[in-house]
């Protein structure tokens, strides 16, 4: 989480070198970091309140990024942000789903 902080907040985030580029970004960040929890954490609410903070937290982001000047607000970054989130909680889920069939071959 606070490699995301850092890198949405810093004046110079690395640049990736093709179109919409840091959507992609976003939404791999975000999903790595839900997939993460789910793996962590296995029951259904635990996982909607980190998947519900990851959100909120993407947006607040965002919205710094509006207040402090010198970075781009978007709201298309949320929407990768948000994206991000639901991949990773479906990922988790597949995978704890394949996971024993794959133990046991």
């Known amino acids: 989480m606070a490699t995301i902080v850092w ?10 070198d093709f179109k919409e580029g840091d959507k992609v ?4 960040a975000y999903g790595l970091l839900m997939g993460w929890f789910c793996l962590l954490y296995r029951g259904r609410h635990a996982r ?3 998947g519900a903070a990851f959100v ?7 919205l710094a990024q509006g207040a402090l000047g010198y970075r781009a607000y978007e709201v298309f970054d949320m929407c990768a942000n948000t994206f991000g989130v639901l991949l ?7 995978l704890l789903r394949l996971a024993p069939r794959i133990l046991r071959l």
Not at 56 to 62: P, R, T, V
């Open 48 to 50: 909607l309140a980190y």
């Open 88 to 94: 990773g909680w479906a990922g988790a889920q597949g």
């Open 25 to 28: 970004g976003h939404f791999l």
């Open 7 to 16: 890198l949405s907040l810093t004046p110079l985030p690395p640049q990736v």
């Open 56 to 62: 909120a937290m993407g947006i607040g982001l965002e």
